[in-house]
């Protein structure tokens, strides 16, 4: 438990060095809440997607990509540098380096969503709007989890299998891709058979829980629930947890090995 600990503090320091932090975990998806909540205000709340309750879980499912970046890079540059070869022949078990990593993910993700939620609660009493009420509030974090798990494992799994070059683009483009599969900006509601291929991954599904969580407004009326939309969206969303969590740990331990 002391390596594991020990480890943590280590890659927890390095995390805070790196400006990727500040710029993308922390300010990005602060910057995208301003932006979108303008927007709401000046077209009069014609944008459902855009009204808080709405917006909130998306910008929570989506800043947990960069928990994926920041993790990828961390990674890579450790095996990049020799640095995870030289501990390799230390009495450290795969799981501790693992978790090492996964706790500074876990730790970002749980600091982005206070932020998100913080911003979120100033912009709505500013703009004299809806706000989540604090009662879900709880409900919203703890729905979000599972993806945040499976983007920390997958910023492993990145960082294990890609170099200090590739690891950077290839998140960039599963960042794109989660933004976009996942409606946090586009009306998926409204998009027929594009929804229906949404379902299937494990973006979508998240927000459309924590929207039924916020009870936010869907594009073409009525209101976001635990419908079955929800209900079997849990299927993808554990199975990617799963796959991720299980294919980090195997490609971790045998990079140890190689």
């Known amino acids: 438990m002391n390596r594991t600990i020990n480890f ?7 995390t805070f060095r790196d400006p990727i932090l500040y710029i993308f975990c922390l300010g990005f998806p602060v910057v995208m809440l301003i932006l979108f909540q303008i927007i709401n205000t000046y077209t009069n709340g014609n944008t459902p997607m855009f009204d808080m309750p709405s917006l909130l879980p998306a910008m929570i499912m989506f800043s947990y990509t960069f928990v994926l970046l920041t993790l990828s890079l961390l990674v890579s540059k450790d095996r990049q540098t020799m ?12 799981h501790q380096f693992i978790l090492g990593y996964a706790g500074v993910g876990l730790l970002v993700g749980i600091g982005q969503t206070i932020i998100c939620i913080i ?4 912009l709505a009493t500013i703009t004299s709007t809806t706000f989540v009420p604090f009662t879900k509030i709880l409900l919203l974090i703890c729905s979000e989890l599972p993806i945040l798990i499976t983007m920390i494992f997958a910023g492993i799994l990145f960082g294990t ?12 483009i599963f960042i794109s891709v989660a933004g976009i599969l996942g409606g946090c900006w586009m009306p998926l509601d409204s998009m027929g058979s594009f929804e229906t291929f949404c379902k299937f991954l494990p973006f979508y599904p998240s927000v459309y829980i924590g ?3 916020t009870g936010a407004t869907k594009t073409l009326g009525g209101t976001y629930a635990f419908d079955t939309t929800a209900i079997l969206g849990i299927i993808p969303i554990v199975v990617f947890m799963v796959t991720t969590v299980i294919l980090s740990f195997v490609s971790f331990k045998k990079n140890m090995i190689d």
């Open 8 to 14: 943590f503090k280590r890659n927890l320091k390095e």
């Open 83 to 94: 640095f995870l070869k030289r501990l390799y022949s230390s009495p450290m078990k795969p």
């Open 161 to 172: 299998l890609f170099n200090d070059k590739g690891a950077p683009g290839f998140s960039s």
């Open 119 to 122: 911003t979120g609660f100033v």
């Open 211 to 213: 929207r039924a969580i």
